[in-house]
């Protein structure tokens, strides 16, 4: 892995805010942006690995019959972190001028361990020192909004909401409270935000100029 880190952004925003629409566009687009998820669309063959977990966590892990810790979450979370951190250093072998966005990267999961009940601890300052973004582009989107996205809780994980069964009040909270932590991470960092908007394909527009405005 080269020494020498590449200009990256990061796509950041609360559940069911648009964030996978975005950046589905952008990979595909006249203008393509690279980018570096663990969304099963964005990972490569020899990493699938990587989704199995991220979906076994949230079915199994993360549900809320208290058959794993919250530290043992925490813990199996940390491949996602550490898969990111490893393709974002890659990313500068790979250099093709292509503007590079990193979904999320550790802030969002770090605030979602801190909502489940995981304390400061030494693996969270170790993320905290992976390279940081040139900037964030934060997706705003409404609670309201992003319920009314989730087909009103009928698609939601139980790393989306409070309590044992979703419902409106519980989304909203939950999101409320996310929304501060991850604001919490980021708050040292320029900050490009997205208002939300009235289609995918504006949305996506609006990231790309935020994104693009770095590499000119």
């Known amino acids: 892995m080269s020494s ?3 200009l990256f952004s990061v796509l950041l925003g609360g559940d069911y805010a648009g964030k996978s629409s975005a950046m589905s566009r952008l990979a595909g687009g006249p203008e393509p942006v690279r ?7 964005f990972l490569a063959d020899r990493h699938a690995l990587i989704g199995r ?6 079915k199994d892990v993360a549900a809320p019959d ?8 925490a813990s199996m979370l940390q491949t996602a972190v550490v898969h ?7 990313a500068a072998d790979a250099a093709d001028g292509r503007p590079l966005l990193v979904d999320s990267y550790y802030y969002k999961i770090l605030a979602k361990c801190r909502l489940a009940g995981v304390r400061e601890n030494p693996m969270y300052e170790w993320w905290r020192s992976f390279p940081q973004p040139r900037h ?6 409404s609670p309201h ?5 989730s087909r009103r809780g009928t698609r939601l994980n139980s790393l989306e909401h409070y309590g044992e069964r979703p419902n409106r009040t519980s989304f909203e909270r939950y999101q409320t409270d996310l929304e501060k932590l991850m604001w919490d991470e980021i708050r040292y960092l320029p900050v490009t935000v997205v208002e939300q908007q009235n289609s995918p394909e504006r949305t996506a527009d609006a990231v790309r100029e935020a994104v693009c405005h770095d590499y000119v």
């Open 66 to 73: 208290g058959a794993y810790s919250p530290d043992f979450m």
């Open 136 to 141: 964030v582009v934060y997706l705003k989107v």
């Open 4 to 6: 020498n880190l590449p």
């Open 53 to 58: 977990l991220r979906r076994d966590v949230v």
């Open 35 to 41: 980018v570096v998820s663990v969304d099963d669309r």
């Open 145 to 149: 909004e992003a319920w009314r996205r």
């Open 84 to 90: 990111l951190r490893d393709q974002l250093l890659t």
